[in-house]
């Protein structure tokens, strides 16, 4: 299942809080596949382990830090090359294969961790955007990067 770059098909306008209009979304024409969902990968995942006999290694603490090894392995694909432009442009065909492997490794732990400690993961990403949104009104942050804690809102206090 690939990704769609290149011929997708206009994006969907989007709702945006900022001022109740709808608007495109901002990825330059990229966007996922519909599936697998992350149920999906998760069942994938968990079916792969017990076909190893591998549960009894994925723990918390151990999916946490093979999770944070990936991470080091995407660092290092970014490490010394400077900035770098939406898309990749000048990155070689090889370097971008690496890289979504290493980002799927990270997204796999991930899945599998959240798994193990019972996190719904999808709907809890969709809490914390809500969160998000509260801790950061369009209208009072637009265009700015400072931390929630530098503005008065009303959930300055929460995280
Ligand atoms: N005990 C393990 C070992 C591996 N995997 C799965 C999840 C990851 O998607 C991938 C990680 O495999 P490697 O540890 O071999 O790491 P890399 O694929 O990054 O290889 P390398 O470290 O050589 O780059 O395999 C797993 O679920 N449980």
Redesign the pocket.
Known sequence: MMAQQLNSPPLKRQRSDRDGQEEPDSSEGFRFSQEPTLDQIRAM?NQ??RERN?DQ??TPRNLLL?MTG?VG?VAELFQWRGEVEEGLPDWSEKDKKHLS??L??VL??LV?LAEKCHVDLPAAAVDKIKLNKLKYPAHQVYGSSKKYTEYNTPEKNSS
């Open positions: 995942q792969f382990s591998w290694f994925h093979a990936e392995e492997q290493e799927s490794d796999i732990y599998r």
